[in-house]
């Protein structure tokens, strides 16, 4: 049974526009969510959080979005960019375990130059 | 400050044979995680460890075994390789209760 869900595999977006990446997840427990990008051949780097508590969390040009009646959360990257390209995966913790995130599948992002 | 380091990048395993993946911080991080990386099934939980002396299973721990004789590190062996095991695995360090992971460059890892 996959707690996290990332139902998108891929998606192309302009350059300058709008990405919009989404993620569903089935545990109630789960009080902290992030996301990650990956490179080719290279570790998960850590891009954003969001607490529970919160609805929404901004840095820069990435947000994340959580809502919790839907057990729903979206990453919006503006504007996007060519180095933006990647997988993004967003992952879950519930109780403080962060030792033991659970990871959705991934989506893979291009954006178009 | 070199992170979370992973030894080595890539290895091929015949059947059988049993190797340990390193893998080291130098953040003091309590916990530290192996996950592995399969195509469609983003990563998944090997084994994990809350402290020194102190580790559990996580999804995937069948082949696999841990120890944590120091904070620092954390490593991984594969007692009996399966072809079952080819992956790419991440090793990943984390401060506290409400922190990010933060992951080593991996392990390629393929098994004949």
């Known amino acids: 049974d996959q707690q996290v869900k990332q139902n998108s595999p891929s998606l192309s977006v302009q350059e300058g526009r709008i990405s919009i990446l989404n993620c569903d997840y089935t545990n109630s427990m789960f009080d902290y969510f992030l996301w990650y990008k990956k490179y080719p051949a290279e570790g998960p780097t850590f891009l954003i959080s969001?607490?529970?508590?919160?609805d929404k969390n901004e840095d820069g040009r990435f947000t994340v979005f959580l809502n919790k009646s839907a057990k729903h959360l979206s990453l919006h990257i503006v504007p996007s960019q060519p180095g933006d390209s990647a997988v993004y995966f967003c992952?879950?913790?519930?109780?403080?375990?962060?030792?033991?995130?659970?990871f959705g599948t991934g989506t893979r992002l291009k954006v178009l130059a | 400050n070199a992170g979370v380091t992973q030894t080595p990048k890539f290895q091929v395993l015949k059947t059988g044979q049993s190797m340990t993946l390193q893998c080291a911080q130098d953040?003091?991080?309590?916990?530290m995680s192996w996950y592995r990386q399969d195509p469609g099934m983003g990563l998944r939980l090997i084994h994990y460890?809350?402290?020194?002396?102190?580790?559990d299973q996580g999804e995937v721990p069948n082949g696999y075994n841990v120890s944590r004789s120091t904070t620092e590190d954390f490593p991984l062996r594969l007692l009996s390789a399966a072809p079952s095991q080819t992956s790419v695995y991440f090793c990943?360090?984390?401060?506290?209760?409400?922190?990010?992971?933060?992951f080593g460059q991996g392990t390629r890892l393929t098994v004949v």
């Open positions: 992952a879950a913790s519930a109780g403080g375990r962060t030792y033991k995130y659970i």
């Open positions: 990943a360090s984390t401060k506290g209760q409400v922190s990010e992971a933060f």
């Open positions: 969001i607490s529970s508590i919160k």
């Open positions: 953040m003091n991080h309590e916990y």
């Open positions: 460890s809350v402290g020194a002396g102190i580790t």
